[in-house]
Nanobody, 125 residues
Framework: QAQLVESGGGSVQAGGSLRLSCAAY??????MAWFRQAPGKEREAVAT????????YYADSVKGRFTISQDNAKNTVTLQMNSLNPEDTAMYYC????????????????????WGQGTQVTVSS
């Protein structure tokens, strides 16, 4: 049975770093992504990666601070988060799907069919 298992997350002070990992079991998906959802807000895409090509997308709010990468041998995707600020506080979810356009994975919640259980990231000022 296909599933995504996340690890990482936790609490850090502003300016610190955290690393999230997501292991995919059962299938190798074309698109992997990290979304986040803060209380009272919509779930939003943070970063996506086209696993066959390595093409990435980043939300404007995290460009230059977050890096998504893949380890094809382990079927794992990692999100390295640097220069964290309190606005990054949210539940982070790993997602997998098949939809792409122009060689780039899409960034809408509805484009992903498999989700991890979520991992909390809390950044204090």
């Amino acid at each position: 049975q296909a599933q995504l298992v996340e690890s990482g997350g936790g609490s850090v002070q502003a300016g610190g770093s955290l690393r999230l990992s997501c292991a995919a079991y059962g299938y190798t998906y074309r698109c992997m992504a990290w979304f986040r959802q803060a209380p009272g807000k919509e779930r939003e895409a943070v970063a996506t990666i086209y696993t066959g090509r390595g093409t990435t997308y980043y939300a404007d709010s995290v460009k230059g601070r977050f890096t998504i990468s893949q380890d094809n041998a382990k079927n794992t995707v990692t999100l390295q988060m640097n220069s964290l600020n309190p606005e990054d506080t949210a539940m982070y979810y790993c997602a997998a799907g098949w939809l792409s356009e122009g060689g780039r994975c899409l960034a809408s919640r509805s484009d992903y069919t498999l989700w991890g259980q979520g991992t909390q990231v809390t950044v204090s000022s």
